[in-house]
């Protein structure tokens, strides 16, 4: 369907939707090198599967974008398909990224912040203290001790 100004026209009615908005960027950042993120997306390999090109095929398997949802990737190592995707909290999708850091302590496994927000240590702090070699124990469970004053 073609509109005055030449073109075609979007005939779902959705472009200024949140989900619109999720799958025109999924899309973007797995298929165009300019984007800021298609070295962590496209360049890694992880694509769009075909029936996801029409944004009519994305909302019919996805459904519309819940508020406070974010699209995941369930193996984040494959593309984004209807098996391979869900709507999760984006608090807990901050929990899945490629960079968090689990760590076991008892035999039990947790990320760096849960196990920071347990003992109660701020995460840079433990942070700083696994790069120093401190046992994973060690650098969440310390308190922050009384240390001297740097005079410059």
């Keep these: ?15 200024d939707t949140r989900t619109y908005y999720v799958w025109k960027l999924m899309r973007q950042r797995c298929s165009k090198p300019t984007d ?7 360049a890694r390999g992880i694509t769009v599967c075909d029936r996801w090109q ?3 095929n994305f909302l019919a398997d996805m459904g519309e974008k819940p508020e406070g949802y ?12 209807p098996d391979n995707c869900k709507w999760i909290p984006m608090s807990q999708q901050a929990r899945n990224r490629r960079m968090v850091r689990y760590l076991t302590i008892d ?6 912040s849960d ?10 702090r433990a942070f700083q203290r696994l790069h120093w070699g401190w046992s994973e124990y060690d650098a969440v469970s310390k308190p ?5 004053r740097r005079h410059l």
């Design 54 to 56: 029409d944004f009519r």
């Design 70 to 81: 974010s699209i995941e990737r369930v193996d984040n190592n494959k593309g984004y398909s």
């Design 107 to 112: 035999g039990i496994t947790h990320n760096l």
């Design 36 to 42: 800021k993120d298609f070295h962590n997306y496209g």
């Design 1 to 15: 369907m073609s509109n005055p100004k030449g073109g075609y026209q979007i005939v779902h009615g959705m472009s």
């Design 115 to 124: 196990w920071c927000r347990h003992f109660g240590i701020k995460p840079c």
């Design 144 to 148: 922050l001790g009384p240390y001297p």
